[in-house]
């Protein structure tokens, strides 16, 4: 991987593959909205002003790239009347696979933050 954090870097043989690590988090984010039950992505931290005016597909996820893999963390809410657990599992199964199939890089953790319901 790369020692710039912005970017994760595929070394191959004519050159190297950067992706953005927003592009991941899009990858993510779209791979959750598909999930039944998921009702929308929140605010990974309310009091940041950053976070607040952050744009696009990227709201909602936090993730952190290691030397072999990544880690993510989702926060969104859930539908009324789904089950929570298994809406959870769905969105772990189901941006791991995207992640993993887009990338190429293997993804260690999908945590889910349910931080409400909608009616």
Do not use: C, W
């Amino acid at each position: 991987m790369s020692d710039n954090k912005e970017y994760m870097t595929h070394l191959e043989e004519g050159g190297s593959i950067n992706i953005s690590e927003d592009v991941v988090a899009a990858i993510a984010v779209s791979a959750a909205r598909e999930v039944e039950g998921v009702a929308g992505m929140m605010s990974t931290s309310a009091g940041n002003v950053s976070e607040l005016m952050k744009k696009g597909l990227a709201k909602g996820v936090k993730l952190d790239v290691a030397e072999d893999a990544i880690s993510l963390e989702l926060y969104l809410n859930v539908s009324y009347g789904h089950a929570i657990p298994e809406v959870a599992e769905n969105v772990q199964k189901a941006v791991a696979s995207a992640v993993e199939a887009m990338t190429g890089f293997s993804v260690s953790t999908v945590n889910v933050h349910v931080t409400g319901i909608s009616l």
